[in-house]
């Protein structure tokens, strides 16, 4: 089971970013899958979770600007970033789980990492 995730990169505030959580060996529609990130010197959060059916749930400073899909025929997550901020800069890691009330993580990906600098 390897979860990869891609498209981090350097961005300027108020840009946009797309990260992407490839699967292979593992059927990802049949999980949750969430996007945490972790920024020097504070603990990992979660940032967005997606469940096999669909619904999404997104941490508070990040809703209305980002957006977790899912495409099912390319066995992939996104993470669409938008108006970034200086304090979205982080490692930015994917996992896929079980979301029943609390998810739980069950397999990590390599993080990407994020830098929102002017």
């Known amino acids: 089971v390897q979860l990869q995730a891609s498209g981090g990169g350097l961005v300027q505030p108020g840009g946009s970013l797309r990260l992407s959580c490839a699967a292979s060996?593992?059927?990802?529609?049949?999980?949750?899958v969430a996007w945490f990130r972790q920024a020097p010197g504070k603990e990992r959060e979660q940032v967005a979770v997606i469940s096999s059916n669909g619904g999404t749930k997104y941490e508070d400073s990040v809703k209305g600007r980002f957006t977790i899909s899912r495409d099912n025929a390319r066995n992939t997550v996104y993470l669409q970033m938008n108006n970034l901020k200086l304090e979205d800069t982080a490692v930015y890691y994917c996992?896929?789980?079980?979301?029943?009330?609390?998810?739980?993580?069950?397999?990590w990906g390599l993080g990407t990492q994020v830098t929102v600098s002017s």
């Open positions: 060996g593992i059927t990802l529609r049949y999980y949750a």
């Open positions: 996992s896929s789980g079980i979301a029943t009330g609390t998810y739980v993580p069950l397999q």
